[in-house]
């Protein structure tokens, strides 16, 4: 008797029609059939069946169609309970929170775009430092997220979770697009994707604007260009080759303490420093192939990136220099690359069908940063110099076993080991260090019954710190306070159980429940130029998350995450981990016309982002964020579209981030004033669109 045998998935390479195209080996017991597909376009498609988690899956670029987004950054909050705000100018990376983090720029959230890392360790800033500026969301196809350190093919940076953001190969028409809108916002995309030598050409060059609504103009500029070629060939195999080069300069308003505001000259929307900004470059090459056939699938990804940045941050404004104040200035310069490779292949194994899967990723940055005092830009004094060479060498191996009907299993391992060279301006904080990692990792899907599957999912991850801070031995600043070196790998511990049904007809919903624990929460300071040492962390929460389309033309989505997060140990000063999210509530309502070649469409979302603790003893808390943005257009025809988008369509005065910390005016006590520091939300704006497609 034949029996039609259980069948893995894998993301393969993008096809056309924006979708991701998931290929199943379905082997029979005696005699071989054709090999079925299951194709997911984004959310609204069921992972039943197919996911390894109750917390991963699939954002399509349909979702992000009728999403109104004030910054590139602000496609990852299409991934349930994540955040991207932003404290300082729109040239800098964006501020994240997730699962009960609040991430900086980057920490403990992995992401890339089309497999290329965008996190920077070991960066002037921040570790992990992650600026997705550089992104074309028109581009955008798919954006798979997975939470937790539960899969092998995951490394550093992804304990709280990972996205990978992927372009399309062609699209289907050439685009030209130019917006205008609320203070001085302007921008020019035009894109397209011929036919060249058997493949498709994609090309798109962005041109942006903006002045922000600050009293101290952003002037932020932007240009930025993606040259891809694709070619796929009849054997199962494709090629992809990517070059993009971004530029980005601006001033910034940082954050400001609550006490200035009836000071400053613009209020809640003036600066302390207006000499404050910076500028970025990114150049990038990619190269992938890979091949699918029935047995399995093979793929091999080589990359180079030359990156660049100079930021200048006053957060204390005359707290340690009364006299020339406390501005600083970062610079970043590196040029990083890597390779990936990995082989899936499907077999029985005792009679149990099963997949396997090997890879190797490594990647070496050659970094060269330094902190400098600055006045007014103007440089004054360096606060420490660094030349960094990291290099990492990671293989892991994943297996999958399917057991019988209604259970199937993955089990796997990756080893990382890690090089960091520094060269220091002080000899005391030079040297070489190594270190690695072996991280198991196991989940289990049980299922599905009536269109309803469970899930349990544990593993070990790890984040790296920044590799100064694994050879200083005194203080950049002085040299005669002794240091401890830190360690340069963090090792983390995550587990989750969940649930996803589609069992009422036309919702996808899933609810996780998780757990994860860091052995320490390390910080580099870039003002302070050292590694601050904090103490072990556990943080758990739940998440559920929602996705309704009753019919072709309405969709509904609703996300809710509650977070609690503390330090392990005791301390005086108080348990609660500053900063950490707590409360995340996104909802959204669309409509637009089933023909794509001409109607209404519509959006309202709404984003509430909760109190949280801003010191360890919890006696000072951050406000509620509340922002409702709206979008609304016509297709004319298959040509001609309008819309207008709509921001913070309540105009409250909310704040975008908020800190607690000492800094000092002009005039106050040498020891500063401890006080709120907030970077607010932009008010109401409005920018129109005029798009053509042909």
Request: hydrophobic content about 35%; charged content about 20%; proline content about 5%.
């Amino acid at each position: 008797m034949n029996t039609a045998r259980f069948f893995f998935c894998r993301t393969a390479r993008l096809s056309p029609g924006l979708s991701v195209l998931l290929l199943p080996s379905l082997i029979l017991a005696h005699e071989p059939e054709v090999m079925n597909k299951t194709v997911v376009t984004g959310r609204s498609d069921s992972l039943v069946g197919f996911a390894d988690s109750s917390s991963e899956g699939y954002v399509g670029s349909d979702h992000l169609e009728y999403r109104p987004l004030l910054r590139p950054g602000e496609v990852l909050e299409t991934i349930p309970g994540l955040l991207a705000t932003q404290h300082s100018g729109s040239g800098k990376a964006n501020q994240y929170f997730a699962r009960g983090f609040n991430l900086d720029h980057g920490t403990d959230f992995a992401t890339s775009v089309d497999g290329v890392p965008v996190n920077l360790p070991t960066h002037a800033h921040g570790q992990g430092y992650t600026d997705l500026n550089f992104l074309i969301p028109e581009l955008v196809e798919t954006i798979h997220y997975r939470k937790g350190p539960y899969f092998a093919d995951v490394g550093d940076f992804g304990s709280a979770g990972s996205a990978d953001l992927v372009y399309v190969d062609r699209l289907d028409r050439s685009l030209i697009e130019a917006t205008g809108g609320s203070f001085g916002y302007e921008r020019f995309l035009a894109a397209g994707s011929p036919a060249v030598a058997g493949g498709h050409l994609l090309y798109a060059v962005e041109m942006a604007h903006d002045d922000g609504p600050w009293k101290n103009p952003q002037d932020f500029q932007k240009l930025n260009g993606v040259l891809r070629y694709t070619r796929h060939k009849d054997d199962g195999s494709e090629f992809h080759l990517t070059a993009s080069a971004y530029g980005g300069r601006w001033n910034s308003t940082d954050q400001i303490p609550e006490r200035a505001i009836l000071l400053l000259k613009g209020g809640r929307l003036g600066a302390v420093d207006s000499s404050d900004g910076g500028d970025s470059h990114r150049f990038s090459i990619n190269g992938e192939w890979e091949r699918d056939s029935d047995s399995g699938h093979t793929a091999v990804q080589v990359y180079g990136v030359a990156y660049d940045l100079d930021l200048f941050s006053n957060f204390t404004y005359f707290l340690d220099d009364p006299v020339n104040g406390d501005q600083f200035e970062e610079q970043d310069r590196r040029g990083f690359g890597g390779l990936k490779a990995h082989h899936s292949w499907n077999y029985e194994l005792m009679g149990l069908e099963s997949e396997s899967t090997g890879g190797l990723q490594t990647r070496g940055d050659w970094i060269h940063n330094g902190i400098n005092h600055t006045v007014g830009r103007q440089f004054l004094s360096v606060t420490r110099d660094d030349t960094v060479g990291q290099v990492s060498v990671s293989p892991y191996l994943e297996h999958k076993t399917k057991w019988n009907p209604w259970l199937r299993s993955t089990f796997g391992a990756r080893a990382d080991v890690y090089h960091f060279d520094v060269t220091s301006n002080l000899p005391q904080n030079s040297g070489a260090v190594d270190r690695a990692l072996i991280s198991p990792k196991a989940g289990l899907a049980f299922g599905p019954w009536a269109n309803t599957e469970l899930y349990l999912n544990g593993g070990l991850g790890f984040h790296s710190n920044d590799g100064r801070g694994s050879t200083t031995r005194v203080s950049p600043t002085d040299p005669s306070v002794p240091l401890s070196p830190v360690d340069p790998l963090v090792r983390t511990y995550g587990a989750e159980v969940g649930i996803r049904t589609t069992a009422v007809r036309g919702l996808q919903s899933t609810l996780s429940l998780w757990w994860l624990d860091l052995d320490s929460e390390l910080v580099f300071s870039g003002d302070a130029g050292d590694t601050e040492v904090s103490r072990p962390s556990r943080r758990y929460g739940v998440e559920w998350a929602n996705y309704y389309t009753p019919n072709a033309w309405l969709t509904f989505d609703l996300d809710f995450s509650g977070s609690h997060a503390r330090f392990r140990t005791w301390d005086p000063s108080g348990q609660f981990v500053p900063g950490s999210i707590e409360t995340v509530v996104a909802s959204g309502i669309s409509v637009h016309d089933p023909n794509p070649d001409h109607g209404f469409f519509a959006s309202l979302r709404v984003r509430y982002f909760g109190p949280r603790a801003l010191v360890e003893d919890d006696s000072v808390r951050s406000r509620e964020t509340l922002l409702l943005n709206a979008e609304a257009g016509y297709r004319f025809n298959r040509t001609w579209t309008l819309s207008v988008a709509v921001f913070n369509l309540l105009n409250r005065h909310d704040a975008d981030i908020a800190y607690w910390y000492a800094s000092r005016l002009p005039g106050e006590a040498a020891s500063g004033v401890a006080d709120l520091h907030l970077h607010p939300v932009e008010p109401l704006g409005v920018r129109a669109t005029v798009s053509a497609r042909f």
